[in-house]
């Protein structure tokens, strides 16, 4: 069992930037590759970012690669995601998942979910 608690959001302006951890509880957390998700109003939730167990192997979408930067430290038992050159658009609710697999984008194939953190960017 992992319970994943977000935190860091906030409102900040375009071109701003944002660090969002992922705390999580239970010693087997770094068995797990971790993704980060979000959401906006009527939007389907989308794929952000992920790093496989060791940080070995990291994957970002397309739409924030070269601004987003994922990181873990297992010792600490949390998953960061620094975040620069916010844009409006990515303003959503970001959620940090935990996945009994290697890095992969599909919501469908993760175990654990936090409860999300808000992120406003103004413009």
């Known amino acids: 069992q992992v319970q994943l608690v977000e935190s860091g959001g906030g409102l900040v302006q375009a071109g701003g930037s944002l660090r969002l951890s992922c705390a999580a509880s239970?010693?087997?957390?770094?068995?797990?590759?971790v993704g980060w998700f979000r959401q906006a109003p009527g939007k389907e939730r989308e794929f952000v970012a992920a790093?496989?167990?060791?940080?070995?192997?990291?994957d970002y979408a397309d739409s924030v690669k070269g601004r987003f930067t994922i990181s873990r430290d297992n010792a600490k038992n949390t998953v960061y995601l620094q975040m620069n050159s916010l844009k409006p658009e990515d303003t959503a609710v970001y959620y940090c998942?935990?996945?009994?697999?290697?890095?992969?984008?599909?919501?469908?194939?993760?175990?654990?979910w936090g409860q999300g953190t808000q992120v406003t960017v103004s413009s």
């Open positions: 790093i496989s167990r060791s940080g070995g192997n990291i």
């Open positions: 998942a935990a996945a009994w697999l290697t890095v992969v984008r599909d919501p469908r194939t993760y175990n654990y």
């Open positions: 239970g010693r087997t957390f770094s068995m797990y590759s």
